[in-house]
């Protein structure tokens, strides 16, 4: 389905390179980013992202109107995420509006899914919750107890690789409109299954750079703004790594 899309471009290591830090123009008393502070606006992402995934669910999935909210919600979320990633500053605006669209996004899109797959695999889209959050609990414990760290050479790796997803799901998206797209990447032989398998893993290794800029960040001194930044990158980091999750388990239900 090509509306399943990859990569994470709100963080890498030049996300507070452009960043001006300076009392002079932040004032001597001014706030600065603390991780807490981040944590507190992602979990405040969230609230509102589950809230709208449920109002998706419940409301918009059931209407004759659902594609063209799930469409519309994708879009104005996907411009909304571009707005924040060239527009940094723009983040404490913006953020709530990207959780937001992509809620209502999810929401529908899984409550289509759990619908078509409930015979083949009921409940399919909790498991890919659980799933999500597992992992991102993982990804969080191995970053906090030192598992993995955001080396040089972990760091390029892994962008590298989400570069490439993000290419290779752009060059599957400009052959759909052809009336081809790529095979093996939507069927569910075991070549497919594992490049999303791949691909779930790479989502979940941009938790460990999310986590690291976060506290670089904090570190250097970035303005208090950057918390709802921070918030924003991880919001996408989880929406990435729920939707390939549904795609791998969507793959291995048609399999049955």
């Given at each position: 389905m090509s509306i399943f899309k990859g990569g994470n471009p709100a963080l890498n290591e030049k996300t507070f390179d452009n960043?001006?830090?300076?009392?002079?123009?932040?004032g001597l008393n001014s706030e600065r980013m603390t991780v807490r502070g981040a944590a507190?606006?992602?979990?405040?992402?969230?609230?509102?992202?589950?809230?709208?995934?449920?109002?998706?669910?419940?409301?918009?999935?059931?209407s004759p109107d659902a594609t063209i909210w799930m469409f519309g919600s994708m879009i104005v979320g996907t411009i909304l995420a571009f707005v924040i990633i060239f527009k940094k500053e723009w983040a404490p605006q913006l953020a709530l509006g990207y959780a937001l669209c992509e809620g209502i996004f999810l929401g529908t899109v899984?409550?289509?899914?759990?619908?078509?797959?409930?015979?083949?695999y009921p409940g399919i889209a909790g498991q890919a919750v659980l799933l999500t959050l597992g992992v991102a609990v993982a990804m969080f414990g191995l970053y906090y107890f030192?598992?993995?760290?955001?080396?040089?050479?972990?760091?390029?790796?892994?962008?590298?690789?989400?570069?490439?997803?993000?290419?290779?799901?752009?060059?599957?998206?400009?052959?759909?409109?052809?009336?081809?797209?790529?095979?093996?990447?939507?069927?569910?032989?075991?070549?497919?299954i594992g490049i999303s398998l791949f691909i779930v893993g790479i989502a979940a290794l941009n938790f460990v750079l999310d986590f690291a800029m976060i506290e670089r960040g904090a570190e250097a001194g970035a303005p208090k703004q950057f918390?709802?930044?921070?918030?924003?990158?991880?919001?996408?980091?989880i929406v990435w790594l729920y939707l390939e999750m549904l795609k791998l388990l969507m793959k291995l239900a048609n399999r049955k």
């Open positions: 960043a001006t830090f300076s009392n002079e123009l932040e507190g606006k992602f979990g405040a992402m969230m609230i509102m992202l589950l809230l709208a995934a449920a109002f998706g669910w419940l409301r918009i999935a059931q899984s409550a289509i899914v759990n619908t078509l797959f409930e015979a083949k030192r598992i993995l760290k955001a080396t040089p050479i972990f760091t390029k790796v892994v962008l590298i690789a989400t570069m490439g997803i993000a290419i290779f799901y752009l060059i599957d998206l400009v052959l759909h409109w052809t009336g081809n797209g790529v095979p093996f990447l939507h069927d569910s032989s075991p070549l497919s918390e709802w930044y921070g918030a924003f990158a991880l919001t996408v980091t």
